[in-house]
């Protein structure tokens, strides 16, 4: 399988997390948790800059009008035209103070699924939310909690199936979606061998294949809707952490890795740790839906 690495060793990622591509702006977005950078990334001309956080930064995401949110450590922010950080939207004030956001994915209604998880991933205190919009009659609903790390999530093409994955559990579940955005039937879908490290972020593509960002586990691995395994790509880092297809075609796979905790040995192992990679992967993805805030 052809791999096409994106040139980007000299923003080489703690931890690299929260890929999102915007067609609006034919841009590659993604975060380093621990240095509370945002990276933004023209597609054609492959220039990056870096935009500083006031806090830890999960995620970005666009919405139907065209502005940028992005999940920091204690809440749902704004971003200004410049990308930097604008006025918080949403606070999670029963959250416990050792929390932060940690991943996210909208739906086709427009809702956004966001997971929270302990810093020190030793309490189950995380938990996934889901905010029906970002308008006056927006509702956020706790809809699954008990999570160390919360990741993912992904919604499949029919919008009826929520992916939600328990990293320190190595397993990702389903749940239903119903038209209301009611979620029901939790199920356990697939539980990572070890050899495949523990699940971290993920991702549909327009076969309605899950793939999966693997941590520790040197790669990605897809699998069907049944939860059969059907591809397992190695890469050169042992920390991949998220995954999303983006470009004008989404026929590039776009996958985030970190460096964080790894020694000198380890580094001059794979050099490459932290990085962004471009993969073709044979397959095309789908765009993920905007926030609603109409």
Not at 98 to 125: H, P
């Amino acid at each position: 399988m052809p791999v096409k690495i994106i040139n980007v060793s000299r923003h080489r990622c703690s931890l690299g997390e929260g890929i999102y591509y915007s067609a609006r702006y034919n841009c590659v977005f993604w975060v380093d948790i621990k240095q509370q950078l945002l990276y933004r990334m023209d597609y054609t001309t492959k220039a990056v800059t870096a935009t500083p956080m006031p806090e830890q930064i999960g995620w970005i995401k666009e919405t139907r009008s065209g502005r940028f949110i992005v999940g920091l450590q204690s809440g749902i922010y704004w971003l200004n035209d410049d990308l930097s950080c604008g006025e918080c939207f949403l606070q999670l004030s029963d959250e416990p103070a050792g929390n932060r956001l940690n991943d996210a994915k909208t739906d086709q209604a427009g809702r956004l699924y966001f997971g929270t998880m302990d810093n020190s991933e030793t309490a189950t205190s995380g938990s996934l939310y889901q905010l029906t919009s970002l308008n006056e009659n927006r509702k956020l609903h706790k809809v699954d909690s008990g999570y160390v790390v919360s990741n993912g999530p992904a919604i499949n093409l029919a919008g009826d199936r929520l992916y939600s994955v328990s990293s320190a559990t190595r397993t990702i579940y389903t749940l239903s979606v119903d038209s209301n955005g009611q979620l029901a039937d939790k199920r356990q879908h697939i539980v990572l061998p070890e050899y495949h490290g523990y699940p971290d972020g993920i991702t549909v593509d327009s076969q309605d294949n899950l793939w999966v960002a693997c941590w520790q586990g040197h790669g990605l691995c897809c699998f069907d809707p049944a939860g059969k395994l059907i591809e397992r790509i190695v890469l050169p880092a042992p920390q991949i952490t998220n995954v999303t297809f983006g470009g004008p075609a989404y026929s590039t796979l776009f996958v985030t890795s970190a460096c964080t905790g790894m020694d000198d040995d380890a580094l001059n192992h794979y050099p490459l740790a932290g990085s962004v990679f471009e993969l073709d992967v044979g397959v095309t993805g789908v765009a993920e839906p905007r926030v609603n805030d109409n």
